[in-house]
């Protein structure tokens, strides 16, 4: 953005309506991230607006201008618009970011897994402990368990602590239900739960998350869970409307490639948008079918084939790039030193993004500043790139890219004002929760107290 942009367009005629605006003021920098999903070198040229006296105009819900103060004063003037209606947030000398997109959660769940944990520090391996009917399947047992009040209070205690973290939107998957009831039951809880905020979701059926025990005992267990999938669960849940998205665990052990299409393809032609954990720890396919089947998102890549790098790269060349979501977190709390060849993506071409991961086993943890810090440190981002990861290409991961993601006019008014004043600072301070002030839509939703 040039500077400052016009307010109207989507202000009202005159700004007399008392708070329904709302200035940042005082910023020190602002990271716009402007001018859509960027893939190759423009992952990492973060374009700041420097200068004394920054300041973000909001009307309503929606971002009216970003500049040095005089410039967006004047602008606000000539919409017709009184200054004295705007309510005010002293920025400090602090970073101005868009607020964060955590594009790949498992927000809802029961019970904790650091026994697991510790099974795996003394050689176990994740899909070993699975097959042995622990891992996902007892974080299953726990939240099959569970009331919807306790998942409910469960999730709303992470969202708080996602807000304190910069995070304004965040995917969530259901997944560990693997029954119709339990399914239904996690959409539903994301579903209250956006209605309730700030926080806004974005809901994905993560059906296919694993086989459950009633299946595994069955000859073709996993065919005919993949098939009560396609002809029973789906179709509820697409005439619900409870999920934009549906997503598969495909992996050597988990869903094969062929089982993965066979579900996607079924979403698909129910209107949901598609995304896979793909190649999380094995080359399985996932990469390649996620360019082929246009999901918006491939997720995990710890181990992708150089096909899949390849088919990633060429989808990335057309007009619907698929997203190449990486969860550092998960790869670091999984202690196998093993992580998503993030520099050969960007040098490919791919539009990289990065997520938490948030799940009981294999990411316990909220903070999209730490997984910036972890895709710094173990994959040789640059902290812009990490920060364009949490961000724009978030936003068109989870294919909202037109509305969050970046501070441009006519925007959602979703924005972070941080301790520091740099982008290299917010993945250097490792571990700590540097958000300030939080505004979502247009209102101040978090201030550190
Ligand atoms: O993305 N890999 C599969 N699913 C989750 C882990 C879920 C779990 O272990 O509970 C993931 O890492
Ligand atoms: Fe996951």
């Keep these: 953005m040039s500077g400052t942009s016009p307010v109207s367009g989507t202000s009202p005629e005159s700004g007399t309506a008392a708070g329904r605006g709302l200035l940042i003021e005082g910023a020190g920098a602002i990271a716009t991230l402007q001018g859509g999903l960027r893939r190759g070198p423009s992952q990492g040229q973060v374009e700041l607006l420097r200068g004394e006296d920054l300041t973000v105009a909001?009307?309503?819900?929606?971002?009216?201008?970003?500049?040095?103060?005089?410039?967006?004063?004047?602008?606000?003037?000539?919409?017709?618009?009184?200054?004295?209606?705007?309510?005010?947030?002293d920025a400090d000398g602090g970073l101005v970011t868009p607020g964060l997109i955590d594009a790949h959660t498992h927000l809802v769940f029961a019970g904790t897994r650091e026994l697991e944990w510790q099974l795996r520090a003394g050689g176990a391996g994740y899909l070993e402990v699975l097959a042995a009917g622990g891992g996902i399947l007892s974080?299953?047992?726990?939240?099959?368990?569970?009331?919807?009040?306790?998942?409910?209070a469960g999730a709303r205690q992470r969202l708080a602590e996602m807000l304190a973290c910069g995070t304004t939107t965040a995917e969530a998957k259901s997944g560990y239900g693997l029954d119709t009831a339990t399914e239904l039951r996690m959409l539903a809880a994301i579903g209250r739960l956006d209605a309730e905020g700030p926080v806004e979701l974005v809901p994905t059926y993560l059906g296919a998350h694993a086989v459950p025990a009633e299946y595994r005992a069955r000859a073709n267990g996993t065919d005919a869970f993949v098939a009560h999938i396609?002809?029973?669960?789906?179709?509820?849940?697409?005439?619900?409307?409870?999920?934009?998205?549906?997503?598969?665990?495909?992996?050597e052990g988990v869903f094969t490639a062929v089982q993965t299409a066979r579900i996607l393809a079924a979403a698909a032609r129910l209107g949901l948008q598609l995304r896979i954990h793909a190649d999380e720890l094995a080359p399985s396919g996932g990469a390649e079918l996620a360019a082929e089947m246009g999901c918006l998102s491939a997720d995990h890549l710890a181990a992708p084939s150089d096909a899949g790098i390849e088919a990633l790269a060429r989808s990335a060349?057309?007009?619907?790039?698929?997203?190449?979501?990486?969860?550092?977190?998960?790869?670091?709390?999984?202690?196998?030193?093993?992580?998503?060849?993030?520099?050969?993506?960007?040098?490919a071409?791919?539009?990289?993004?990065?997520?938490?991961?948030?799940?009981?086993?294999?990411?316990?943890?909220?903070?999209?500043?730490?997984?910036?810090?972890?895709?710094?440190?173990?994959?040789?981002?640059t902290p812009a790139e990490a920060l364009c990861g949490v961000t724009i290409n978030a936003a068109?991961?989870?294919?909202?890219g037109d509305t969050i993601g970046s501070i441009e006019p006519g925007k959602q008014a979703d924005l972070v004002v941080w301790e520091v004043s740099t982008v290299e600072q917010l993945p250097y301070w490792?571990?700590?929760?540097?958000?300030?002030?939080?505004?979502?839509?247009?209102?101040?939703?978090?201030?550190?107290?």
Aim: hydrophobic residues 50%; contains cysteine.
């Design 430 to 449: 490792l571990g700590t929760r540097p958000a300030r002030t939080v505004v979502k839509r247009g209102r101040v939703v978090f201030e550190r107290g």
């Design 139 to 152: 974080t299953v047992a726990a939240t099959r368990a569970a009331s919807d009040r306790d998942l409910l």
């Design 58 to 89: 909001c009307w309503d819900d929606k971002i009216v201008a970003a500049g040095p103060a005089d410039d967006v004063h004047r602008r606000i003037v000539a919409a017709g618009q009184s200054l004295e209606s705007f309510a005010r947030v």
């Design 349 to 381: 071409g791919v539009p990289v993004a990065l997520a938490t991961d948030l799940n009981p086993g294999t990411s316990p943890t909220v903070a999209l500043p730490l997984v910036m810090s972890i895709a710094c440190l173990e994959m040789g981002l």
């Design 396 to 400: 068109y991961s989870l294919g909202i």
């Design 230 to 251: 396609v002809e029973d669960e789906l179709p509820l849940v697409a005439s619900q409307a409870i999920a934009r998205f549906c997503d598969v665990f495909c992996e």
């Design 317 to 347: 060349a057309g007009a619907r790039p698929v997203v190449a979501t990486l969860l550092p977190a998960t790869s670091w709390f999984l202690g196998k030193h093993h992580f998503a060849p993030a520099r050969r993506f960007i040098d």
